[in-house]
């Protein structure tokens, strides 16, 4: 009986340890907040100052049905300036007349996707968002999967577009030119 207690614990924290570790979808580790009213969001690069992020309208064209984060310096027609967050899902505040926007997944070497409300298609946002909870850091920071430090705003390949894009991979760059890619922290502004 005493080995059997002595070994149990012995047994659980070696099937801990073998279990492989993945990005967690649903209440992101390291997240405390997962619902935010009305917000901003602005990328902050260490040596430049800081950009204001929105969501483009598919240059333009307003019935776009994916959009990414850029910046609104570079970005020409927005679909929406502010977000919300609700149960770690991101919405877009729309412009009127523009069906809505919500974040889906994010994958490593990715621009951060916004897809629309069109069709029939059901509200739900990847629960991949939260702020980043440092006790009394203001403003807070987005993360995603739990990870405040994998953004940066990289040019399109296809436009001058500056546009977010998680994890960077050199080797893989698709749709944005590696070398324009600098880190960012994006903070949450109300």
Same mark, same amino acid.
């Given at each position: 009986?005493?080995?059997?207690?002595?070994?149990?614990?012995?047994?659980?924290?070696?099937?801990?340890?073998?279990?492989?570790?993945?990005?967690?979808?649903?209440?992101?580790?390291?997240?405390?907040?997962?619902?935010?009213?009305?917000?901003?969001?602005?990328?902050?690069y260490n040596e430049?100052?800081?950009?204001?992020?929105?969501?483009?309208?598919?240059?333009?064209?307003?019935?776009?049905?994916?959009?990414?984060?850029? =910046?609104?310096?570079? @970005? *020409?027609?927005?679909? +929406?300036? &502010?977000? /919300?967050?609700?149960? $770690?899902?991101?919405? !877009?505040? =729309?412009?009127?007349? @523009? *069906?809505?926007?919500? +974040?889906? &997944?994010? /994958?490593?070497?990715? $621009?951060?996707?916004? !897809?629309?409300?069109?069709?029939?298609?059901?509200?739900?946002?990847?629960p991949i968002y939260?702020?980043?909870?440092v006790a009394g850091?203001?403003?807070?920071?987005?993360?995603?999967?739990?990870?405040?430090?994998?953004?940066?705003?990289?040019?399109?390949?296809?436009?001058?577009?500056?546009?977010?894009?998680?994890?960077?991979?050199?080797?893989?760059?698709?749709?944005?030119?590696?070398?324009?890619?600098?880190?960012?922290?994006?903070?949450?502004?109300?």
């Amino acid at each position: 009986m005493f080995a059997v207690a002595l070994l149990l614990p012995l047994a659980l924290g070696a099937s801990a340890l073998a279990t492989p570790t993945a990005r967690q979808l649903s209440g992101p580790p390291n997240c405390h907040v997962g619902n935010v009213g009305s917000f901003m969001l602005v990328a902050s690069y260490n040596e430049t100052g800081d950009a204001k992020l929105i969501v483009p309208g598919g240059n333009g064209d307003t019935t776009a049905t994916v959009n990414y984060l850029g =910046t609104a310096e570079t @970005v *020409p027609s927005p679909v +929406g300036r &502010n977000f /919300t967050m609700t149960n $770690f899902g991101l919405h !877009v505040i =729309t412009e009127s007349g @523009v *069906p809505a926007q919500f +974040g889906v &997944n994010v /994958t490593d070497n990715s $621009f951060l996707p916004f !897809v629309s409300l069109q069709d029939g298609t059901s509200d739900n946002p990847a629960p991949i968002y939260c702020l980043d909870a440092v006790a009394g850091q203001t403003p807070s920071q987005l993360a995603v999967n739990g990870s405040p430090d994998e953004f940066f705003v990289c040019t399109s390949s296809t436009s001058s577009q500056d546009m977010v894009v998680f994890n960077p991979i050199k080797v893989e760059a698709t749709g944005y030119q590696f070398s324009t890619c600098k880190k960012v922290q994006l903070y949450i502004i109300q």
